[in-house]
C-alpha cells in the first residue's frame, strides 16, 4: 500500500470518488486539486471498492496523496517545469529587491548547487525532486566536508540555498510539495561558524618593509596598510574616491554615492547603507597622499553596466577619482597613461606576502588547450605559468586585526563598532579573534580555585593505620 503524504488543499476543495468498471476489475475516477482527474485500480469486487471509495474521498479531503497522485498534480501544474526554468524564476523575482552583485553571487550560487541534481542524479524536472534526493546532496556535502574539499559553513550555505529555492516555490504554489520541508540543515561547529584570524603587527611591518612592486602599479602596500589602519572591508577600500577624503580633518567619510561606478551598477553605498565618519592616522595620511595627486592628476575610470535602449545590459567606462587604482591597458598610451578600478586583487595580495616571505608560491606550467591561451604577453597561443599562493591572512583579517589592536589600545566597543559600521554583537562574536591562551597563568588560576573550593587539611593530618 501506497504511503500517504499530507499536503496543502484549497478551502473548497470537495472531493468525490467515482466507482467504474474495466473489464473484470474496479477502478476509481476522482479529480485532485487544479481540476486534474486521476483513474486508479481499486479492488477486484465492486463492494470492496464502493466501500473504500468512501474513505479515499476523506483522505483526498484532508490532504492526504499517494506520491503518484502527488507526480500527477505537479505534472500538471505547468507554473514551473524544469529546475533552470524554477532558477530563472526565482532570480527574476530576486533582481528587484535586492544588488546587482547579490543577484550574480545566488545567481552563481544556485547553478553551482543543482548541478549535483542534474548530472549525478540525473533530474532535470522539479516535481521528480524528492526529499531523498535532497538528503543524499546533503550526503555528498558532508562527504566533501570530510574529505576537506569544503568548509562545513560552506556545506551549510550550499544546502540552505537549495532549500530556499524549493521554500520560495512552494510558497507561491509553484510546486504542490516542498522535497527539503523535513530535511536537517548541516549542523556547523560553535568554533567554525566565524573566522576568527586577526593579522598581528608584525605581519604587516613585514608586508610594508617588502621588496614588492605591482607591474600595472596597484599600490598593494598601501592598500593593505589602509585596510588594517582603517578597519575597512575590501569593497569600501576599492570604492574609496578622492572626494571621501577630508585631508584638514584627517577624516574617510563612508557614504552612498550615486554617481560611483561598480562592476554591476551605477551608484555605491556600504554595507546595509550605514553611512560612517572613520579617523585617519597620521602614518596612513601620508601613504595616500601621493595616491591621490596620483588620481588627480591622470584620467582615472571604472567600468560598470548601463542597460541600453534595447534594455541589455552592456559595459560602459565612467569618470571616477578611485585612489586604488592600476594602470589601465586598453586606455592607455604611451603619452598618457589611464588608471582604473580594481575589482580583484587577488594576485598582487599573494605576490606581496609572497615578497615579504611570509608564503611560498608552487608554480606550474598549463598547456594552451587547457588554459586557452591569454589575450596578452608571449604566452598567447603557449604555455602560461601559474602560481598557486596560499596566504595565511585574508583581507577580511585586517579588519579584525585592526579590532584586536584598536582594543588593546583602549578603545570601548561602542568605539570600534562607530568606525567598523557594524553592531556589538557581531564586534563580539565575528571580530574578537584567536584568543591565545597563557597555559602558566591558567595553571596558577585552577589551582587558587581548588585551594579555596575544597580543604584538604583534614585529609593531611589523617591517622594512616
Not at 499530507?6 to 468525490?16: D, H, S
Not at 532549500?163 to 504554489?173: A, G, M, T, V
Not at 601620508?286 to 595627486?293: A, D, Q, R, S
Not at 571604472?302 to 559595459?315: A, D, P, R
Amino acid at each position: 500500500m501506497n504511503e500517504l503524504i499530507q499536503i496543502e488543499v484549497p478551502y473548497n476543495y470537495r472531493p468525490k470518488v467515482y466507482t467504474y468498471q474495466r473489464g473484470s476489475k474496479w477502478h476509481w475516477k476522482f479529480k485532485l486539486p487544479g481540476d486534474v482527474w486521476f483513474y486508479c485500480f481499486a479492488a477486484n469486487k465492486q463492494s470492496v471498492a464502493e466501500r473504500n471509495a468512501a474513505l479515499k474521498a476523506a483522505d483526498l479531503a484532508k490532504g492526504l496523496f499517494t506520491p503518484k497522485e502527488i507526480e500527477k498534480m505537479e505534472r500538471s501544474s505547468n507554473k514551473v517545469n524544469t529546475i533552470d526554468e524554477a532558477i530563472a524564476r526565482y532570480l527574476a523575482s530576486i533582481e528587484v529587491e535586492h544588488s546587482r552583485s547579490y543577484f550574480k553571487t545566488m545567481s552563481w550560487q544556485l547553478k553551482s548547487e543543482f548541478t549535483f541534481f542534474k548530472e549525478t542524479l540525473k533530474i532535470d524536472l522539479v516535481y521528480k525532486v524528492k526529499e531523498e534526493h535532497v538528503y543524499k546532496y546533503r550526503e555528498h556535502l558532508l562527504m566533501l566536508v570530510k574529505c576537506k574539499k569544503i568548509s562545513q559553513v560552506t556545506a551549510k550555505g550550499k544546502l540552505k540555498a537549495v532549500k530556499q529555492l524549493f521554500k520560495w516555490l512552494r510558497k507561491r504554489k509553484m510546486i504542490m510539495t516542498n522535497p527539503c520541508l523535513e530535511v536537517d540543515p548541516i549542523r556547523v561547529d560553535v568554533d567554525k561558524r566565524a573566522r576568527t584570524v586577526a593579522t598581528p603587527p608584525d605581519v604587516v611591518e613585514k608586508l610594508m618593509a617588502a621588496d614588492y612592486k605591482h607591474r600595472f602599479l596597484f599600490p598593494i602596500k598601501e592598500f593593505a596598510f589602509f585596510l588594517f589602519s582603517t578597519g575597512a572591508r575590501m569593497g569600501e577600500a576599492l570604492h574609496l574616491e578622492v572626494d571621501d577624503i577630508d585631508l584638514e580633518q584627517k577624516i574617510w567619510r563612508v557614504q552612498n554615492k550615486e554617481d560611483c561606478p561598480t562592476k554591476d551598477q551605477l551608484g555605491w553605498s556600504p554595507k546595509t547603507s550605514k553611512e560612517r565618519v572613520v579617523p585617519l592616522s597620521d602614518n596612513l595620511i601620508k601613504l595616500l597622499i601621493p595616491l591621490i595627486e596620483r588620481a588627480k592628476v591622470h584620467r582615472v575610470v571604472g567600468y560598470t553596466l548601463i542597460k541600453n535602449k534595447k534594455g541589455i545590459m552592456k559595459k560602459e567606462v565612467i569618470e571616477a577619482s578611485f585612489i586604488f587604482t592600476m594602470v589601465d591597458r586598453g586606455l592607455s598610451s604611451r603619452r598618457n597613461t589611464v588608471f582604473r578600478r580594481v575589482d580583484n586583487i587577488r594576485g598582487a595580495w599573494g605576490g606581496l606576502f609572497v615578497a615579504a616571505g611570509l608564503v611560498e608560491a608552487r608554480s606550474y606550467d598549463v598547456p594552451s588547450d587547457e588554459s586557452g591561451g591569454t589575450k596578452h604577453g608571449k604566452y598567447k597561443g603557449g604555455v602560461k605559468t601559474r602560481h598557486d599562493v596560499k596566504v595565511p591572512y585574508t583581507r577580511h583579517d585586517m579588519r579584525r586585526g585592526f579590532n584586536a589592536e584598536a582594543e588593546k589600545a583602549g578603545l570601548e566597543l561602542k568605539e570600534r563598532c562607530a568606525i567598523l559600521g557594524h553592531n556589538q554583537v557581531v564586534n563580539q562574536v565575528h571580530y574578537g579573534g584567536e584568543k591565545q591562551i597563557d597555559r602558566n597563568k591558567l595553571a596558577e588560576k585552577v589551582n587558587q580555585l581548588s585551594e579555596s573550593v575544597v580543604s584538604l587539611e583534614s585529609y593531611k593530618n589523617r591517622k594512616l593505620g
